[in-house]
T-cell receptor
Framework: DAGVTQSPTHLIKTRGQQVTLRCSPKSGHDTVSWYQQALGQGPQFIFQYYEEEERQRGNFPDRFSGHQFPNYSSELNVNALLLGDSALYLC????????????FGQGTRLTVV | KQEVTQIPAALSVPEGENLVLNCSFTDSAIYNLQWFRQDPGKGLTSLLLIQSSQREQTSGRLNASLDKSSGRSTLYIAASQPGDSATYLCAVDPSGNDYKLSFGAGTTVTVRA
């Protein structure tokens, strides 16, 4: 049984560009949450998707947007990249809109130059 | 706003010594608390989940306690091994209509052989 799958694992972008990160949840899970983890910090909540709707959003600007598809996979889009967006982006999947037994993917390391 | 603090930020011990990692949180209205392990540049692996009604949870050499009223949790790792070297993060899952996990910045553990 595949766990949470994120792609790509690493990417490098230039300031001002746009990026799309992808997440496939663990089989049987219907809820996807995205987190940003800067070096040496704990993960910070970006938003959660449940039933294809953005259910809750953290303190991130509108440059960060997302989507959840009918198969529960999700995308995170970041526009107008800034150097400060360089971080590890983590996807967590769970069931029923809850965080109980949340499973995390291996993350996407984004470097903005 | 929930604030989660982990002390110490880093810890280095000889192999065989017991580890004690601390986590404190400011809002006691929690649903559960989770401890995660993170290897460098990788995702999060769930270690233990303690429901708000529980006082402790055990898995092998790991034991986590929860004192909700005082806003504290402690992770004990018995007889540490070099393979235990990693960053340990605690995360609070709030009760009510708040769906984000609030993380501490982690404790980085080095177990010397």
């Amino acid at each position: 049984d595949a766990g949470v799958t994120q792609s790509p694992t690493h990417l490098i972008k230039t300031r001002g560009q746009q990026v799309t990160l992808r997440c496939s949840p663990k089989s049987g899970h219907d809820t996807v949450s995205w987190y940003q983890q800067a070096l040496g910090q704990g993960p910070q909540f970006i938003f959660q998707y449940y039933e294809e709707e953005e259910r809750q959003r953290g303190n991130f600007p509108d440059r960060f947007s997302g989507h959840q598809f009918p198969n529960y996979s999700s995308e995170l889009n970041v526009n107008a990249l800034l150097l400060g967006d360089s971080a590890l982006y983590l996807c967590a999947s769970s069931f029923g809109g809850m965080n109980t037994e949340a499973f995390f993917g291996q993350g996407t390391r984004l470097t903005v130059v | 706003k929930q604030e989660v603090t982990q002390i110490p930020a880093a810890l280095s011990v000889p192999e065989g010594e017991n580890l004690v990692l601390n986590c404190s949180f400011t809002d006691s209205a929690i649903y559960n608390l989770q401890w995660f392990r993170q290897d460098p540049g990788k995702g999060l692996t769930s270690l233990l989940l303690i429901q708000s009604s529980q006082r402790e949870q055990t898995s092998g050499r790991l034991n986590a306690s929860l004192d909700k009223s005082s806003g504290r949790s402690t992770l004990y790792i018995a007889a540490s091994q070099p393979g235990d070297s990693a960053t340990y993060l605690c995360a609070v899952d709030p009760s009510g209509n708040d769906y984000k996990l609030s993380f501490g910045a982690g404790t980085t553990v080095t177990v010397r052989a």
